[in-house]
């Protein structure tokens, strides 16, 4: 079992740029989240997918983010036309929809110049 | 709304001494409370969590016991070690609906030193 995989570790992009970030849940993981890390907010939730549908997306900037969950198997996080105050660990993670517990990604480090 | 407060952002503690994280929350059901670890450079980990049946959850040393009527799930151990430095997260979940959603705290960022 791999865990949570998120791609790309890092990515830099400069202002008014498009960032997609990808997340593979857990195999057998209904629930996939995703959220923002910055010292200052902590972990700051996004949007969450259940059995690949949007249940809730609450977190998000409305205008410049939006979340897919085209399979079972991966989820994007697309961020268009970035600001330097999206930088940040975008986080993903999964759950069974049976537990109490969330599997993180080790993230992905946006940084936007 | 349903939220979680961490009301240190960072601790400093000498190696051996008890620690103990504050974790309040409001929320509108009754909840599952958890704690979260992550060290450095490391994705964030299930430390801790609250069961339903008043057990006091224990893991590595660390206890947490869930005070309904104070609304606090505070993370303590007896002896810090240098390996305990990290940065931890309450986090509450919705338990009455089939929302999954979890509620993060800001964090509190705990560094032993010797």
């Known amino acids: 079992n791999a865990g949570v995989i998120q791609t790309p570790r890092h990515k830099v992009t400069g202002k008014g740029q498009e960032a997609t970030l990808w997340c593979e849940p857990i195999?057998?993981?209904?629930?996939v989240f995703w959220y923002r890390q910055t010292i200052v907010q902590g972990l700051e939730f996004l949007t969450y997918?259940?059995?690949?549908?949007?249940?809730?997306d609450s977190g998000m900037p409305k205008e410049r983010f939006s979340a897919q969950m085209p399979n079972q198997s991966h989820s994007t996080l697309k961020i268009q036309s970035t600001q330097p105050q999206d930088s940040a660990v975008y986080l993903c993670?999964?759950?069974?929809?049976?537990?109490?517990?969330?599997?993180f990604g080790a993230g992905t480090r946006l940084s936007v110049l | 709304g349903d939220s979680v407060t961490q009301t240190e952002g960072l601790v400093t503690l000498t190696e051996g001494l008890p620690v103990m994280l504050n974790c309040t929350y409001q929320s509108t059901y009754s909840p599952f409370l958890f704690w979260y670890v992550q060290h450095l450079n490391e994705a964030p980990k299930l430390l801790l969590k609250s069961f339903t049946d008043n057990k006091r959850p224990e893991h590595q040393g660390f206890h947490a016991t869930l005070h309904k009527s104070s609304s606090s799930f505070h993370l303590q151990k007896s002896s810090a070690q240098l390996s305990d430095s990290a940065l931890y997260y309450c986090a509450l979940r919705l338990s009455n609906t089939g929302y999954q959603n979890f509620y993060f705290g800001k964090g509190t960022s705990l560094t032993v030193i010797p």
């Open positions: 997918f259940r059995n690949q549908a949007p249940i809730d």
């Open positions: 195999s057998g993981h209904s629930a």
């Open positions: 993670a999964s759950s069974l929809a049976s537990q109490n517990t969330l599997y």
